[in-house]
């Protein structure tokens, strides 16, 4: 088990830039995964960012470019810089983890809420 705290939001104009923050509970080695997803008001929640265990990183096209995901293995935090904010990256930002457990099961934090005014 783990617990993931995110930290960082707030309301930016667009352009503007903002970094998240999410702190894990105990060590995210084992981990196999960690990121980033997003959850607009009336949309399904999609991922934002992710990266690996091995250093691997994916990102959704629509952030390509302006977002950057990181993790520091020592403070056991992933984080997400984001840059040249748009009004359509409004949305709950959530912390994710997948590891193995007695199953693969995947970890959420509780959200925390970026806005982005035009």
């Known amino acids: 088990q783990v617990q993931l705290v995110e930290s960082g939001g707030g309301l930016v104009q667009a352009g503007e ?25 009336g949309q399904q929640r999609e991922l934002v960012a992710a990266i690996t265990n091995g250093g691997n990183t994916e990102y959704a096209d629509s ?6 995901i990181s993790r520091d293995s020592a403070k056991n935090t992933v984080y997400l810089q984001m840059n040249s904010l748009k009004p359509e990256d409004t949305a709950v930002y959530y912390c994710w983890g997948r590891g193995w457990g007695s199953i693969l099961q995947d970890y959420w934090g509780q959200g925390t809420q970026v806005t982005v005014s035009s």
């Open 63 to 68: 952030v390509k470019g302006r977002f950057t």
């Open 17 to 41: 830039s903002l970094g998240l923050s999410c702190a894990a509970s105990r060590s995210i080695l084992w981990l196999n995964a960690m990121g980033w997803y997003r959850q607009a008001p």
